[in-house]
Nanobody
Framework: QVQLVESGGGLVQAGGSLRLSCAASGNSRGMNTMGWYRQAPGKQREVVAAATTNDNINYADSVKGRFTITRDYAKNTVYLQMNNLQPEDTAVYYC???????????????WGQGTQVTVSS
């Protein structure tokens, strides 16, 4: 089992910044990917950014150049620095953890409890 605890959401004006944090505990060793998803009201959950333990990083096109994902392996924590936030970034942001074997995902998805990000215009 892996437990994920998120923090850092809030209300910000357009053009502002926020940093989300997600700390993993439990059986989180080994090759894995940690990332951030978001879900806006009435929409499906979508991937925002993800980073694997072999330094493969991917971003959704909508956040490229504005968001940065980083990992602190000593703290088992993943961060999402969000700059130049826009109203369309408003959503509940979820941290995700999944084990990997080579390029394959294995085992279940683990999710954090979600943190609200609201961007006012």
């Amino acid at each position: 089992q892996v437990q994920l605890v998120e923090s850092g959401g809030g209300l910000v004006q357009a053009g502002g910044s926020l940093r989300l944090s997600c700390a993993a505990s439990g059986n989180s060793r080994g090759m894995n990917t940690m990332g951030w998803y978001r879900q806006a009201p009435g929409k499906q959950r979508e991937v925002v950014a993800a980073a694997t333990t072999n330094d493969n990083i991917n971003y959704a096109d909508s956040v490229k150049g504005r968001f940065t994902i980083t990992r602190d392996y000593a703290k088992n924590t993943v961060y999402l620095q969000m700059n130049n936030l826009q109203p369309e970034d408003t959503a509940v942001y979820y941290c995700n953890f999944r084990r990997m074997s080579g390029s394959l995902y294995i085992g279940p998805n683990y999710w954090g409890q979600g943190t609200q990000v609201t961007v006012s215009s």
